[in-house]
């Protein structure tokens, strides 16, 4: 592993990344919705946290069907979001707080609302036009070209007018792109030019492992199986799980290592270097080094952690798969437990846990992603089902409840909700019992989540970054204990139901209340982690 002082350290290899959700960041106008000049206002909170970058979900022109994953131009602003203007503001002067800015790049699909999508319509069956897309016709008895379900509910295609159906793997407003038409990868790398121009240092690839599909006129053998592999809040037996994900038509066919090879040379090509990291959620997990091969992409999400149980056990096994596999490419990991996609770590793991995780993470080797909110420990919010606004809600006819719970804005200050985030009507309503989770009070309690990622983002750099001696204490998962040193410090997290003693010379950080250290002692409770000196 290079160090932050060798030639060939890249920036990203152990980067915080604080992940921006722009539409419940904080809103400049009043129109109830996060936008760029807010988050432009806010950047001085961001880099304060210790971040090295932010990661912006989309803002770019959209009807905003799904979240804004649904572009109809990628090389503009939505207006709710403001305009381009504001996007070189805000990258401008995130790079004067010292931090890098790294932008959403959506290939799987564009919105119906595309041009070229507009013009498919118009254009008819057999033209060009249609060629971008997946346009079939119907089956002998008119029903759709395969019997995929889209991965929001009900089936994958959508007919036309002219009768011929086209393929979504999301929603009905987000057709799927054909990356076997060469106009599709020139047009993408033109939106990645544009945004390097405007200043971004890279990209994550949404759906990066979408692209290329496979069998497309052929039936699956199961596809309510599949669609439930899929999600990850259905519960189902591992191997059978395993079994339906390991040939997925329209997931990780080896032709998408073809454009990565391509991107990356073309990532190369600018004058400052630009980095990718894949959403790409891949069985079995092996498959995912790939993605991270020396010539294709930099990073890959761990989605492992989003899932896992606060267990030391599972726990060790995801991360040191994740460390040794990655060792083969000479890739760094990454470390996440929350994103827009996800419930909240506070809810799924209870709130002491999820610091606890974050604090055990942030000493590992590799690049740790963080969602906004999740320094403050918020949790999912209760929506009622009539303010939900996800696609998949919608699709299931709410028999999937949806992400938004994990999307309501950001509570920043005073006692009564929307907290500052708007002075309007904020597009999610911020629960009331928010109120002790704001910016503003977590910044004066010592004991907060927020005040515990500032301290843990500033030691960080402190004692692990860079450092090349990590090493398990295999001895620790006996005691229900999930252990490693790194930089001559130690840490642990206990996920056991008893309190364990561990020898100690100096505390360093506690994920939760302070830990002293009597007689060479300390003393770590159940759903705790720990930084200190032995
Ligand atoms: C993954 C994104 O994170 C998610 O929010 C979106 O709905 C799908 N990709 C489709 O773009």
Known sequence: ??????????????????????????????????????????????????????????????????????????????????NLADAKLMIDKAHEFGLKVLVDIVPNHFSSEHTWFK??????????????????????????????????????????ADGQYYLHLFDSSQPDLNWENPEVDADFKATISFWVKMGADGFRIDVAHGLAKENILTDHHDP???SDALRIDVDMEVSKREALLASVPFFDRAGVHEIYRSWRKHFDSFDQP????????????????????????HQIFNFDLLIAPFDASILFNLINNSLEMLKEVGAYPTWAISNHDSPRAASRLGSNEARAMALFLF??????????????????????????????????????????????PMPWAGEVT????????????????????TVENQTKNLESSLVLYKNALALRAKFFTGTSDFKWDSSALQRGLLGYTRGGTSVYLNSGISSVILKASQVILSSTEQVTCTNGEIELKPGRAIWFKQ
């Open 1 to 82: 592993m290079s160090s932050p002082s060798t030639t060939d350290y890249k920036w990203w290899q152990e980067a915080v990344i604080y992940q921006i959700y722009p539409r419940s960041f904080f809103d400049s106008n009043g129109d109830g919705e996060g936008d760029l000049p807010g988050i432009t206002s806010k950047l001085e909170y961001v880099a304060a946290l210790g971040v090295d970058s932010i990661w912006l979900s989309p803002f770019y022109t959209s009807p905003n069907k799904d979240g804004g994953y649904d572009v109809a131009d990628p090389r503009d602003v939505d207006p709710r979001f403001g």
């Open 418 to 437: 929307p907290f500052g985030f708007t002075s309007g009507k904020p597009w999610l309503p911020i629960p009331k019992v928010w109120k002790d989770l």
């Open 274 to 297: 630009i980095m990718a990291v894949a959403e790409a959620w891949v069985h079995p997990p092996e498959n995912g080094v790939r993605y991270v091969r020396p010539d294709e992409l």
């Open 224 to 226: 309510k199986g599949l």
């Open 363 to 408: 000493g590992l080797p590799g690049s740790c992603y963080v969602y906004n909110g999740q320094e403050l420990g918020l949790p999912d919010a209760e929506l009622a089902d009539s303010d939900r606004q996800d696609p998949s809600f919608l699709r299931t006819n709410g028999e999937t409840k949806g992400r938004d719970g994990a999307r309501v």
């Open 119 to 160: 013009a498919a319509l118009a254009a008819g069956p057999g033209s060009k036009e249609r060629a971008r897309f997946h346009f079939y016709d119907a089956k002998e008895d008119g029903t759709p070209p395969n019997n995929w379900i889209s991965l929001f509910g009900g089936p994958a295609w959508t007919q036309v």
